[in-house]
Every structure is written in structure tokens, then in C-alpha cells.
């Protein structure tokens, strides 16, 4: 079955520590998106791509990079610039331009500071 | 920037009752798309409707169905028959195609408590 794959389920950094949260589609979407919950915060967005090899900012990108590499993944990295990492981050896909489609959402990774 | 309003933190309703959720937002845009996601407390998100803002008809999905009023910038949904396994956490989100690369902006959400 075609799907949004993200792991860990759980991850735990450490002070000063890069952490990268995977997220794997086999839905053969070109559009892929992450986004960072809080509670009482809703979903914000961090950073999205439309295409391979082209990504962009979101409203909160600071503290976070991305790449993309190839269609099925985009993996998010969580820098030890951001100071306030612990959050529900969760990961969708999309097709491509097409305004009215519904979002995939991957399971999400729980992210806390050790 | 759009931004997208859900004044109710927090709701509860009776099994089998009807309970509407509020949601406003603000574009200058014309072209747009407005949905609700639900989030049991597995975490998932799923769809749970969504309307285009060019049809004047409300869309319906079963027991759900929304209440939009372009003028006002309002995207309610209402949910009948409530059952238990409506309790969630419900987002309202809202896309234009020409920012974000189609990206949803998502309010707060309204957690929805059914009881028996």
C-alpha cells in the first residue's frame, strides 16, 4: 500500500546536537511538506518542495534545514540553532499543483530534549 | 498573510447530538480552499471535507457538513449523530494556490470531547 513513512516514532537530543527526522512516500508525489505541532499551536509550516533538488521556506524555518535529493524523501534536520525543539513534527506529500487534493500525512516523530 | 481563527479552544457534546465548530479566516484572495482535519489521539491526520471557495454549495461528507459564508470569511463544520469516535482534535486549514506551493495554514484546532 502506497503511504507516508516517518521515523523514529520517538527521538531525543541532546544539547547542542543535529538530529535529522526521516520521511519516505512511495505515493509518487512531487510536492512534500513538514510541518512542527505544539500544543494549542496548531500546524506550522517549516518547509516545503515542490520538485526534486528545489525546496523553500516556510513561516518557521529558522533552526531547521532540508533537502531533497529524490522524489520519495525529504528529510528534515533539526540544528542546534533551534532552541526550542521539543514538538510533534509531521511530514506530508502532495500531488503536485493540484489545489483541491488532499494532504498524505505521515504518522510523525515526537521530538524531546535529553 | 492568511490566518485562520478556531475561537473554541475546547468543546464537549452527547453521543447522538449535533455539535458545529467554528472557523474564520482572512485573505484578500479569491481563489481559495478551506478544510477540516480531524486528529484522534493516534496522531494521525486525516481529511475530513473540504470546499472550494468559487461554489456557493455547502459541501457535505455523511454525517459532516460545513457552513460557508464567503462574505463573512466563515467555514464552520458541523458534525450530526455524534459518535464516540468523533473525539478529536479538529483543525481548519486554509490553501491559495498562489502562496507556499499550495502548503495548508492551519488554525489553532478545537478539541472535541463526545460522551456517552
Known amino acids: 500500500d502506497g503511504g507516508i513513512t516517518q521515523s523514529p516514532k520517538y527521538l531525543f537530543r541532546k544539547e547542542g546536537q543535529n538530529v535529522t527526522l526521516s520521511c519516505e512516500q512511495n505515493?509518487?508525489?512531487?510536492?512534500m511538506y513538514w510541518y512542527r505541532q505544539d500544543p494549542g499551536q496548531g500546524l506550522r509550516l517549516i518547509y516545503y518542495?515542490?520538485?526534486?533538488?528545489?525546496?523553500q521556506k516556510g513561516d518557521i524555518a529558522e533552526g531547521y534545514s532540508v533537502s531533497r535529493e529524490k522524489k520519495e524523501s525529504f528529510p528534515l534536520t533539526v540544528t542546534s540553532a533551534q532552541k526550542n525543539p521539543t514538538a510533534f513534527y509531521l511530514c506530508?506529500?502532495?500531488?503536485?499543483?493540484?489545489?483541491?487534493?488532499?494532504?498524505?500525512f505521515g504518522s510523525g516523530t515526537q521530538l524531546s530534549v535529553l | 498573510a492568511q490566518t485562520v481563527t478556531q475561537s473554541q479552544p475546547e468543546m464537549s457534546v452527547q453521543e447522538a447530538e449535533t455539535v458545529t465548530l467554528s472557523c474564520t479566516y482572512d485573505?484578500?484572495?479569491?481563489?481559495?480552499?478551506l478544510f477540516w482535519y480531524k486528529q484522534p489521539p493516534s496522531r494521525q491526520m486525516i481529511l475530513v471535507i473540504r470546499?472550494?471557495?468559487?461554489?456557493?454549495q455547502n459541501a457535505t461528507e455523511n454525517r459532516f457538513s460545513v457552513n460557508f459564508q464567503k462574505a463573512a470569511k466563515s467555514f464552520s463544520l458541523k458534525i450530526s449523530d455524534s459518535q464516540l469516535g468523533d473525539t478529536a482534535m479538529y483543525f481548519c486549514?486554509?490553501?491559495?494556490?498562489?502562496?507556499?506551493?499550495?502548503?495548508?495554514?492551519f488554525g489553532k484546532g478545537t478539541s472535541l470531547l463526545v460522551t456517552p
Open positions: 506530508a506529500s502532495s500531488i503536485a499543483g493540484a489545489a483541491f487534493e488532499k494532504l498524505f
Open positions: 505515493l509518487n508525489h512531487d510536492a
Open positions: 518542495s515542490q520538485i526534486v533538488n528545489d525546496f
Open positions: 485573505t484578500s484572495e479569491s481563489n481559495y480552499y
Open positions: 470546499q472550494e471557495a468559487y461554489k456557493q
Open positions: 486549514a486554509f490553501m491559495n494556490p498562489s502562496r507556499s506551493g499550495y502548503a495548508l495554514n
